[in-house]
């Protein structure tokens, strides 16, 4: 089994690179910028950090509560409008909706996004942008459930893909994209629920055998990355944890504030970058991400 100093390099250590944020959330390295991108959900904007000068500067602002953002195979940035209730395309600055209802009734407020292999498009839906005040506008679950949804590739389909999740939050893929995997936040706004994150087989494009592999005590896992390794790491009350493929606990990599999500970057991708409730972090690592869109 892997180490936790197998995956930082002896010394590394946590940096605060950036702090003047509300909630940090939606990491995603720009090749072409070179920098790191992400939602300042509550203060309405996208914020850039660029590593070679150690600046941030603002993206966008009056964005429309913008969550977490992906590459698409072309380059263009997929990214989750809490406001819109939609997920969206930001190609060179200039945003359009890619879809934005299901069943002819709005989505809830897209979450997270993915990008597999064969051009399908993977999104959460959970509550929370119609349900937070500061992350969204006030509004109902039109479908009655909160759904990971997919685009087919070819046709552009619309399907509900993963249905017995509470509130689909994070989501990522294995090496080989034979398994997908979920985080479920459901305990957020209850009492008792959910501090986990599902696994399923990938059977002709399809999630099939959902099961459980891992439940954390400390918070939620919000936001996850796989590496190349097949690890999962995960966004925590305490920090990033880290996990085998199959659930077993590797490491914890302590963050002074709650992690919102993360994501690899960096010229070579092995620059862990940390959106932390105020604050951005960046820790080098020895691993990538699993997926090569960098």
């Not at 590593?51 to 590459?71: H, I, M, Q, W």
């Amino acid at each position: 089994m892997t180490t936790l100093s197998e995956l930082l390099p002896n010394g590394t250590a946590v940096d605060k690179v950036y702090t003047g944020a509300i909630w940090s959330e939606g990491p995603c390295w720009i090749p072409e910028r070179k920098c790191l991108r992400w939602s300042d959900i509550p203060n309405n904007r996208i914020l850039e950090y660029f590593p070679a000068t150690r600046e941030t500067s603002v993206y966008k602002t009056d964005v429309e509560f913008t969550n977490g953002r992906t590459l698409d195979l072309d380059g263009s940035v997929l990214q989750c409008s809490h406001g819109y209730r939609r997920l969206e395309r930001d190609r060179d600055g200039e945003v359009t909706s890619v879809v934005d209802s299901y069943n002819g009734v709005r989505l809830n407020s897209p979450n997270d996004v993915v990008v597999s292999r064969d051009g399908t498009v993977w999104f959460t839906d959970p509550p929370y942008g119609i349900i937070v005040e500061i992350e969204g506008h006030p509004g109902v679950k039109e479908y009655k459930d909160c759904f990971v949804f997919a685009i087919d590739g070819i046709t552009k389909e619309l399907r509900p893909a993963v249905t017995d999740v509470e509130e689909p939050n994070g989501l990522a893929f294995s090496p080989d994209e034979s398994i997908l995997y979920v985080a479920d936040t459901s305990v957020l706004f209850k009492t008792t629920g959910n501090h986990h994150v599902r696994a399923y087989d990938m059977q002709d494009g399809r999630p099939k055998n959902g099961r459980t592999i891992i439940t954390i005590k400390e918070g939620v896992v919000d936001g996850l990355r796989v590496d190349k390794d097949g690890n999962i790491w995960c966004s925590s009350e305490i920090g990033i944890q880290i996990f085998t493929a199959t659930g077993e606990p590797i490491g914890i990599i302590p963050t002074p504030e709650k992690v919102g999500n993360l994501a690899f970057g960096g010229d070579d991708g092995k620059d862990l970058f940390i959106a932390a409730n105020t604050s951005l972090y960046h820790i080098r690592t020895s691993t990538t991400d699993a997926a090569k869109h960098y």
